[in-house]
């Protein structure tokens, strides 16, 4: 298992590579989802989801395995399904990838996120932080332990080695006991003693 560590933009990316990483690196997986949008086709554009063997049902096409293949090479694929039956084709593919969002966001669940979205984008689409900017870190999650620590939010989402299951997660900031534990013990040490003063005073 790789330890927790922290993950920078720049120790993953940068500007040179990212299009070539999104678009042609970048491959499907069971949960993800194609996006298909046919220029005047609204019944044939549409979110469609990867199964779990690897494949999506497409309108009119049918069912096609995925996980082997680049956004350009399944639109291709498509061009040539459809062109069949649509005049003056025009369509868009779009590789989703979904990402549970978690911790102190305002509206933590599961959301569509695109390759050439970043981690912070993951989390603006989860509503924000509900913390201060200087308080908010960001983990990624794998069986409810943090898998890697303070990731960038800068870090384009294609390029994290996120599983199913796995949750980029923003830690709530600790209350007030939680970072002032001699605080517990010295409540207690007053009740103790206000008790002890108390015996003392009804024995007299």
Known sequence: MVSAQRVTAQSMSTPATRDTMDRVRYTLRPGDIVRLRIWREPDLSGDFPVDELGRVNFPLIGTLPVTDLTRESLHEKLLEGYRKSVENLSM??????????TGAVRTPGLYPIDPTMTVGDAVAMAGGSTLEAAKTRINLLRSGKAFMSDVDPATLVSLLPIQRGDQLYIPPQEGFIARNPWVIGTVIQGIMSVAVAIVTISKH
């Open 92 to 101: 868009d593919v779009i590789f989703l990838r979904r990402v549970a969002v």
